[in-house]
Structures are given as C-alpha cells and as structure tokens.
C-alpha cells in the first residue's frame, strides 16, 4: 500500500516555490524588457521619436497590444527608452504574480508602432531595419 500525506509544511513550501517561479520569471522578463528598450541588430538603437520604442507591450495569453504610438507630430526625443522600459515593467507587475501565472499559457511582446514593421525590416526606407525581434530572438531569455 501506498500513502501519502501532504502536511501544512508541505503547502508553506509549495507556497514558497511558487513565489520564487514568479519572481524568476519576473526577472527573465525584466531582461527581456531592458534589451527590448535599448538592443538592436545594429549599433544605434532606433530612437528618434520614441514612439518605437514606448509601443512595446507584455500581455498574456491571447491578449493584444496594449499601446501603440504613432511618430506623427512627434519632435525628436520626445520619448524615451526608460519611458519605454517602464511602461513594460508595469505589464510584468501584472503578469508575474502567483495567481497570473496560474492561467497563463504564453506571453507576448508586441509592438504596435504604426511603423513597426519599418523598423524592424527596414520596409519603405532606404536602409536595412533594425532587426529588433530577431536581435531579441538571438539574445534569448536570459
């Protein structure tokens, strides 16, 4: 016969393991968040407006873009990469908590720039993209 007990230290230490997994995972998303903000294929990050870069978004599952800047109007410097960076420190306050992570199937970084395909392929420019998401791609999830 076979018999197993699962006791209140038992809970206290799955408890405990769950907390660790989301703060790792917070982590790992941390670092994917920073070199999302401020790592490119090339040696200048694409950074003029900011709006690139301040319309990167962390959701869960099956959820869209939370943000989308357009350049337009927009003088140079008006965004920063930390404002970047922030903004997707704030989506992973919402997904790496215990009870998220619970139901969450995937995360996605998007970037719903009007012009993202611009930067990232280079499409309606006369020089190559950035290659953002394949730097980020070869980086991996450190």
Known sequence: MFKTVFTSSYDKKMDMLEERLAEEIGNKLDNLAADATTVSGRSTYPLDTGAYVNSFSMTKNSEGAKRSVSSEGLSTG?????????????????????????????????????????????????????????TLRDIGIR
Do not use: C
């Not at 919402?94 to 969450?104: D, E, H, M, P």
């Not at 720039?113 to 020089?127: C, K, T, Y």
């Open 78 to 134: 008006s965004l920063s990469q930390r404002q970047g960076y922030e903004k997707l420190k704030s989506d992973i306050a919402n997904i790496a908590t215990v009870q998220n992570l619970r139901s969450i199937q995937q995360i996605n970084l998007i970037n719903a720039a009007p012009h993202a395909l611009d930067v990232e392929r280079g499409e309606n420019w006369q020089s190559p993209g950035y290659m953002v998401f394949a």
